[in-house]
């Protein structure tokens, strides 16, 4: 694990607590939610754009994860009862 993972990890739990961050991605995803559940069923254009923004904001928690994972130390020798 490089410096810039554990800068990346940091940076991205950080971002991942912030209550603003959270309320953002949130409502983003909610508005796309509530957006695919009114368009009508055959505007296939609507219904991918919408689908895409979904896509984009799971993406986006994943990858934070994934940098905080990438970044944090793993725990070893620790004894089991």
């Keep these: ?3 810039e ?7 991205a ?11 953002a991605v949130i409502e ?3 508005g796309a939610l509530e957006q695919l559940a009114l368009i009508d ?3 296939v254009e609507a219904i991918r754009n919408a689908q895409a923004t979904i896509r ?5 928690t994943t990858t934070l994860a ?3 994972i990438a970044g944090t130390p793993q725990r070893t020798g620790l004894a089991v009862a």
């Design 1 to 3: 694990m490089t410096e």
């Design 5 to 11: 993972d554990r800068t990346r990890a940091a940076n």
């Design 13 to 23: 739990n950080s971002l991942r607590r912030d209550p603003v961050f959270q309320a």
């Design 28 to 30: 983003v995803r909610k």
């Design 41 to 43: 069923p055959t505007d």
């Design 56 to 60: 984009a904001i799971d993406g986006l």
């Design 66 to 68: 994934n940098f905080i």
